[in-house]
């Protein structure tokens, strides 16, 4: 059966396979993206499991998952599985660059076996759209053909769902960037694929248009000998100098290595990443259990915390210092004391464990109150190669929103 637009049909089946195709007309040099929404009967997600996308392609139990390629998409729906909290379930494309939907030769969604519709997509200036919904109604599920546009994109899609995108607070005066972050990443051609994730966990996260200085510091100390020796550390480096391009106009970013000792060590930029960690090794003799020169075998957080602390203290910008470990934290004291002080200025610490152990006190950060704000967030990655590089952005960017917008109402940063 053909629909048009704000059609509907009673849906028989509980397996359902339904596929988005959407050929480009030549030079259409941006990306569609499908999305799938579960809607409770306010018209709104739940949370962020409920927001099905490139960075998250299935529910948890099986009941929606997404496949994509570059010019179709499909979705595998069980209805049975769907919650009885779950009242509607929207299909929607997204057109994630500078083009429109204008751009697309054909726009054309298939539930198979039960039905079709096609979008005209000429003149169109929107870049997201509201495809299809099946809803429950009286006690069925029905198809419904859409085809409502919204301009801007999958932020304000994702908003108009109530995706928890950020919290509510007003946005810094900043203008967007007018070259893409694939363009800057073009001084290192083997990081150009990071450009999608990064943006889809910006636009999650509403960090888009933020401003900050970002700085690196690494765990040199001899138990960290496996992680530098796999690449890992290096790895680590290049996704965190790709987010810095976006963050800092300047591309370039702060970086520290610690052991018993610290060093800081010339910014890090697109121009010298490639084997930076290597020749940091490089550099000078080794004693004995050293990683890089001079830092010698044990791991002592605070003075290297410090030492950040005493360079950010008068930033006119948010900092987000990105920190690795492998644990064997035991300096709580000071620890606790350095981000008390750093608490009070703008400075917010990701702490990620890196294939180790004994985290301690970064993994209880979140009991930690005895500060001004909550300027921290750790996570634990076992093993590097298994980690996505959307799940590496998505949980990057965790809670950094959160803080600088309490940050602003503080008047920490402005």
Partial sequence: ????????????KTQLTLTLQYPAKPGFNSEADTSVFLLNESGKVRGDADFIFFNQPATANGSVALNTSAHSSSITLDLNKIDAAISKIAITLVIDGAGSLAGLKQLKFTAQDIAEFTVETDGRSEKALILAEIYRHAGKWKLRAQGQGFNGGLEPLAVNYGVDVAPAVAAPPVVAPTVSLEKK??????LVSLAKPIRVSLEKHRLSEVKAKVAFVLDASGSMTGQFRKGNVQKVLERIAALAVQFDDDGSMDIWGFGAEFKKYPDVTLDNLNGY???????????KWEILPGLGGINNEPPVMQDIINTFRNS?????????????ISKTGQIKEAIRESARLPIFWKY??????NYGILEKLDAFTDRLVDN????PIDNYDSVSDEHLYDMLLTEFRDWLDIARQQRIVR
């Fill in 352 to 357: 990620v464990g890196l294939g180790g152990s």
């Fill in 1 to 12: 059966m053909i629909l048009q637009s704000g059609q509907n049909l009673v849906v028989e």
């Fill in 316 to 328: 006119q910008e948010p900092v987000f210092v990105v920190f690795i470990t492998d644990g064997g």
């Fill in 376 to 379: 921290t967030h750790f996570f």
């Fill in 277 to 287: 960690v290597q020749r940091l090794q490089d550099s000078g003799r080794k004693g």
């Fill in 185 to 190: 990443l073009e001084k290192a051609p083997h």
